[in-house]
């Protein structure tokens, strides 16, 4: 499985991808966040789903891109193309990857800020080829595994956050699905594009990296726990209130 998050903010946007490939019983890890050069400019792409199938994307955009006369300014405009090869890929592929029963199944998370665009942007293409962009409303996607980082983002993350909180929940929510199961793990990808910038500044973190922020974390939640007020569970612990 995977996991890998998207956010965006006024100030800029966050992406973070695990590494954990598992096949049956073996374990690799391989990069799931990647920088695409275009004109003057990047982007980045992530992806869940069947490897195979995000190659081959990706392999079809870059073609396109060259073989094309007009440039991608904008990155709904990339977001566009990304979709229309994967429709592709999924008409040539689909067929006899569901004869062997597997699902086509790739979503994908694009950021970037491209020549024409004001500000960078944040796109989720589905495995059909359609898009949605991200909004105040709407701040964050993830792909792969979603479940268990939802919690933290819903409750603490908007579009007002700062970008540094951003960055720090984009981990507490990796770090809640790590917890939680055995094919997400480190090392993990980090990028962040701030509003000033149309280059995202990527950056590998292994797990001794981090390892100061996650007990930090851990310590803070247990002590939360110890001090969080209980006396409307008193009678069901056969205690006095207040005890």
Partial sequence: MTFCIGIQVRDGIVALADTRITRG???????????FQHGDASLFTMTSGLRS?????????EETLRQSQNSVERLYQFANLFGEQLRRVRNEDGPSLSSTGHTFNLH?????????????????????????????DSPYFMIGRTYYGKPILDRLLNYETSLRSAVALALLA????????????????????????RHPQFQRFTESDLAETTLWWSEVLTNSLASMPMRWADSLLGLQSGQ
């Fill in 25 to 35: 019983s073996e374990q690799v890890n391989k990069q799931k966040l990647a920088e």
């Fill in 108 to 136: 994908a998370i694009i950021g970037g800020c491209l020549l024409a665009d004001q500000s960078p942007q944040l796109f989720y293409v589905y495995p059909e080829g359609n898009w949605v962009e991200a909004a105040m």
């Fill in 174 to 197: 990796f770090d809640a699905t790590r917890t939680s199961v055995t094919d997400v793990d480190y090392p993990i990808d980090v990028a962040v594009i701030p509003n000033h910038s």
């Fill in 53 to 61: 199938v995000r190659d081959k994307t990706l392999i079809y955009v």
